[in-house]
């Protein structure tokens, strides 16, 4: 995230999506005359509600799923997602040459892309893009995704080689080399998230540090360019992109997207045609209107769980006793949080990786019905590994931190997982902080918590895009957790034995197991599910499991 991403708490009530959605529409905001409305022209408008601001216009540091919505519509790398979350070509003219080791594609670009400011769309954006991805100077989050699948990526970003060393080159303009690791089974759908994406490197360059910090500083080469972004603000448009190779087949001229975090604005802003989708509804509203003829049910490839930091400033936190983190992880009810918190079809869930995103290669068996049940709520068992934590500890009690989004969802969320954790573990104060959704991630990132909800959509279809955020000192990890028995898993399932799928399945099983049941670095919680409001007349929106969470290219408004 598929994603994340494709991805909260609040959201994940709301939308839940670890990031989302906008809406649209008012004619103060430049819609033409209201829902799904034409003017003379038989202009075609599409309005929309989102819950979460925009982080980022920049696909190197960006992390979050509002984000990669943004690039689902403004841009476009090798492959893009078709509406049954398939990978297809895009930028790509048709399916490479891949060398007989299986290491070595070579890719043949369409002549006729084009950014929206006439330049030509060529292997060079690419090459640029990809190795400004993995300098460490960037400072991208998401540069592991390249580490282990492109060659040298991992030494550039150790520092050890520089940048031009990754093995991308450009054979000629419209001819792109790509040297792998080794072979790499879901390239075509790694290569369809946003971290992938091409740059026109003569626009970031003459941008620098304003590159994607507003729509005045940003360059798209897809279906759409985003408009009236200031950077911070909850309002924007997408509008069609004229220099787009397949503008012909976009029927939409115009989204305007509102974010609304309070979902009784959200479903009034539907309910009098000022918006024609609301973002994911919260559990009042998903009950209210589960059966409504607009009403929408997807269920999603995120994954949410609570996410224990060990480390902050430093110092060791009493998250760093693995009995306190499996005493909190066993205390607290999921299938009554998913039936009476949420209740928009997200389903509880004992394990980290989604249902749907895997098969075993052999079997044909679900990754997350093969690995089974890793921790389920029980209180009992969790009073036990409380007091044996407490203990260890030196201490009778222990106030916590519990980090969420400021949303009306979030809020609620919240104060379920502190009345649970409080009720079910005696000595335990849960201060709640809930801050907007830019500033969750980054205090996430800066690990300055001790408790978060954080959500995680898939990037492409493998269990890795889960599996691979915890190794040590991984840009996503933000744990302080590190286990040389799961670094050696991972590595395992990604190097030794790429050629080898059932053995790197059996790997990727025994790290979920480890990470989860019994190193407890994270407590699974329930993979999400939405219910959103879109008018009848709205046809053509596609949802994906991964990468962006909706593709607006083929929307048409027939009323």
């Known amino acids: 995230m598929k994603k994340s991403q494709h991805f909260y708490i609040a959201v994940i009530l709301l939308v839940t999506a670890l990031v ?49 919505i943004v690039f689902g519509q403004t841009m476009e790398g090798l492959y893009v997602l078709d509406e049954n979350d398939t990978p297809i070509p895009a930028i790509a003219d048709g399916e490479p040459e891949i060398s007989e080791d299986g290491k070595v594609y070579t890719f043949k670009l369409r002549e006729d892309a084009k950014w929206s400011n006439g330049d030509p769309v060529t292997a060079h954006d ?56 080794q072979p790499v089974e879901y390239l075509n759908s790694l290569l369809a998230f946003g971290t992938y994406l091409p740059l026109n490197e003569e626009f970031v360059e003459e941008k620098g540090s304003d590159f994607g910090t507003n729509s005045e500083n940003m360059l798209a080469n897809g279906p759409f360019e985003l408009t009236e972004w200031n950077g911070s603000g909850l309002t924007w448009k997408y509008v069609k992109n004229d220099q787009y190779w397949d503008n012909e087949n976009v029927s939409l001229d115009e989204v305007n997207v509102q974010v609304s975090k309070e979902p009784s604005t959200a479903v009034n802003l539907f309910n009098t045609d000022e918006a024609d989708r609301t973002a994911a509804l919260s559990s009042e509203y998903a009950r209210q209107y589960k059966d409504d003829e607009n009403a929408s049910t997807f269920k999603e490839g995120s994954s949410w769980y609570l996410k224990f930091n060990q480390e902050r400033g430093g110092e060791e936190t009493p998250l760093a006793n693995e009995n306190i983190r499996k005493a909190l992880a066993m205390a607290f009810d999921k299938e009554s949080f998913t039936e009476t918190v ?83 573990l005696e000595g335990l104060s849960i201060k709640l902080t809930n801050v907007p959704f830019k500033v969750r991630l980054q205090t996430t990132t800066d690990q300055d918590y001790d408790i978060v909800m954080h959500g995680w959509g898939p990037d492409y279809l493998d269990p890795m895009t889960f599996l691979d955020l915890y190794v040590t000192d991984g840009t996503n990890n933000n744990t302080g957790y590190s286990s040389e028995e799961y670094d050696q898993l991972i590595d395992d399932a990604k190097v030794k034995y790429a050629n080898d799928p059932e053995k790197r399945w059996e790997a990727m099983l025994e790290a979920e197991k480890l990470l989860v049941q019994e190193d407890t670095v994270i407590a699974p919680v329930y993979q999400r599910g939405r219910v959103v409001l879109i008018k009848s007349y709205v046809k053509g929106l596609e949802e994906h499991l991964f990468g962006p969470d909706y593709t607006l290219k083929n929307v048409t408004i027939e009323k």
């Open 342 to 424: 949420l209740a928009n079809g997200s389903v509880p869930s004992d394990g980290y990786v989604p249902e749907g995103l895997a098969k075993n290669p052999e079997t044909d068996q679900d990754f997350r019905e093969e690995s089974g049940d890793l921790i389920s709520y029980d209180p009992e068992q969790a009073k036990e590994y409380w007091e044996k934590g407490l203990e260890e500890l030196g201490v009778e009690e222990l106030q916590l931190d519990f980090l969420s989004d400021d949303t009306e969802n979030a809020k609620t969320t919240s104060e379920y997982f502190q009345n649970q954790l409080e009720t079910n």
């Open 20 to 68: 989302l959605a906008a809406c649209g529409g008012s004619d103060s905001e430049g819609s033409s005359g209201g829902s799904g409305s034409t003017d003379s022209s038989d202009k075609q408008v599409f309005n929309m509600i989102e819950t979460a601001e925009i982080p980022t216009g920049d696909p190197a540091l960006a992390t979050d799923a509002a984000s990669f």
């Open 126 to 181: 690419f090459v640029y893009a990809w190795r400004r991805a993995i300098d460490p100077d960037t400072g991208s989050e998401y540069a592991y995704m390249f580490s282990g699948i492109i060659e040298n990526a991992t030494e550039v970003m150790n520092g050890e080689k520089d940048p031009e060393e990754l093995s991308v080159e450009a054979k000629e303009d419209y001819t792109l080399e790509v040297t792998l690791e």
